[in-house]
């Protein structure tokens, strides 16, 4: 039988809570702003989030000069990747910093132009289904298809990083709603 601290105490495992405010019985919890009383680590996370928009922003700066992307040299096998499926039009790849148990990546191996979904033209309608369609596939293979979620971040504002359009395919975990 745990204790109610070791069954808290596991509650809580991996937050790191703000030093404790000197007389801290004498402070009356409910008057202190939220964010003194917020774990440390949702603060990390918006510091997270804060590099992230940056580095989308620059990426943005050059997502239409045409420049390769990493993905381009994780098509051409340049630098090691864990392929998950692969068929003629399309690459499926774990992603390097996963945001969920399973959090794969899902690439066109030709762009033709399809920097971000804000680009497509009629002419992209069919590797969209494809790609639409290998998602599903990967999350079966995952063991994750009655529950996981496809994100496709277009943009610097949904902090699009990577200039060759992608899907993430994430599960394995309670996924939140909405999303940040
Ligand atoms: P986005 O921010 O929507 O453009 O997504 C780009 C994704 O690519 C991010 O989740 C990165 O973690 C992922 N990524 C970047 N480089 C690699 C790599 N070498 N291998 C696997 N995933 C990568």
């Known amino acids: 039988m745990l204790s109610g601290i070791s069954r808290r105490s596991r509650a809580l495992r ?3 809570f ?6 801290s019985s004498s402070i009356n919890l409910a008057r202190l702003p939220p964010a003194l009383l917020r774990p440390r680590r949702f603060m990390c996370r918006n510091a997270a989030s804060d590099n992230e928009e940056v580095a989308a922003k620059a990426a943005a700066k050059i997502a239409d000069t045409g420049a390769p992307t990493i993905f381009d040299k994780i098509i051409a096998k340049e630098i090691p990747s864990t392929i ?14 996963p945001q969920a148990p399973v959090h794969i990546v899902v690439i066109p191996k030709i762009r033709d132009g399809l920097t971000q979904l804000g680009k497509a033209e009629v002419r992209h309608a069919e590797v969209l289904g ?9 999350a079966e293979k995952e063991g994750i298809v009655d529950g996981f979620r496809v ?7 949904a902090c699009q990083s990577v200039y060759h359009l992608h899907l993430h395919v994430l599960g394995g975990r309670q996924l939140k709603w909405p999303p940040g």
Do not use: Q
């Open 18 to 23: 703000p030093k404790p405010l000197p007389n």
């Open 84 to 97: 998950v499926y692969e068929d003629d039009k399309v690459l499926a790849f774990r992603d390097i910093n």
């Open 130 to 138: 494809h790609l639409l369609f290998a998602a599903k596939l990967v």
């Open 151 to 157: 994100v496709i971040n277009n943009g610097p504002e």
């Open 14 to 16: 991996g937050h790191v």
